[in-house]
């Protein structure tokens, strides 16, 4: 038996193809960051009732366009209340300090007699002047009282001034001469529309005092506000565009410019991923947009 051997070549076969040189990816399209965001009103104010009372008028409803200033209920005040605000407009401390100058002034006056006639005597050698020393610098101590009382009293008047002012933008009218009115309104801080009514706000109810009684809120522009994650909050610029849909809304588009990225993460436990805020602004000349609207935005990466 006779064994051959054959002695082939290290190259491939025939029927292999040459391997293809490396190319680069196809280019791929613009990369787009897309978040969920949530709307909001640009400048919200509250409106508090701030004394108990009955309800007279309610002149307002929820998408009411407002201007500043403008009444949005009227409210007739409990005793209790115009009793409590009287006794803020006569602060007593004003009157026991006015009243312990007076007894000092009238204190005075017998000590400064005291004091020239012990003068004329100290000058005759007819009175020590120890005697003359003593009672002056019982004056002196005496006038320096007054003058801290004095100082005392222009603060708390100042004060009173200040709770006078105050008190009449909680009632929604000027103060005259101390006069509380039994009738109070609740008047809007800014223009806008009322986003809000409490459901206690009724006409005839009595109520106490009452936080968030309305809520001013201006709709154009609104706010888109999200959390981008720390890769994409990088790459989102101020200025930058985006376009922005709504489930509520098919079919509509609107567009907004980013006015706002947070510089700290909202996350800080090492754990925990980081997340960044990011505002968006969006024009609202129809009004189509509500806020509490949840939002898809579609943001082009910088650069």
């Not at 613009?30 to 309610?58: Q, W, Y």
Request: charged content about 20%; aromatic content about 4%; glycine content about 6%.
């Amino acid at each position: 038996t006779l064994c051959l051997g054959l002695s082939l070549p290290v190259t491939g076969f025939a029927t292999d193809k040459p391997a293809a040189p490396a190319t680069a990816p196809p280019e791929s399209a613009e990369p787009e960051i897309i978040f969920n965001a949530k709307l909001f009103c640009s400048l919200k104010r509250h409106v508090d009732l701030p004394f108990k009372g009955v309800i007279t008028s309610l002149r307002v409803h929820s998408g009411q366009r407002v201007a500043k200033g403008e009444i949005l209920a009227t409210y007739r005040l409990s005793p209790e209340s115009r009793m409590a605000i009287q006794q803020r407009l006569a602060p007593p401390q004003i009157s026991e300090i006015e009243m312990r100058r007076l007894e000092m002034d009238r204190a005075l006056v017998p000590m400064v007699n005291k004091q020239n006639e012990l003068t004329l005597l100290v000058q005759k050698k007819l009175a020590p002047t120890q005697s003359l020393a003593q009672i002056s610098q019982e004056i002196a101590l005496l006038r320096k009282e007054n003058t801290t009382l004095g100082n005392n009293l222009s603060k708390a008047r100042h004060l009173a001034q200040q709770d006078a002012e105050l008190l009449g933008d909680l009632l929604g009218t000027a103060l005259k001469s101390g006069q509380v009115p039994r009738e109070a309104s609740l008047t809007s801080p800014s223009s806008g529309y009322v986003i809000g009514v409490s459901p206690e706000m009724r006409e005839g109810a009595e109520l106490s005092p009452l936080p968030g009684a309305f809520q001013i809120g201006v709709m154009d522009p609104m706010l888109l506000r999200a959390q981008a994650f720390e890769i994409e909050a990088l790459q989102v610029k101020i200025g930058q565009k985006a376009e922005v849909t709504l489930d509520a809304l098919p079919g509509k588009k609107f567009q907004a410019t980013v006015s706002r990225v947070a510089w700290s993460s909202v996350a800080t436990g090492p754990d925990q991923p980081a997340y960044y805020e990011v505002e968006l602004q969006v024009p609202n000349p129809d009004l189509d947009l509500k806020e509490g609207l949840k939002a898809r935005v579609v943001l082009r990466k910088s650069g």
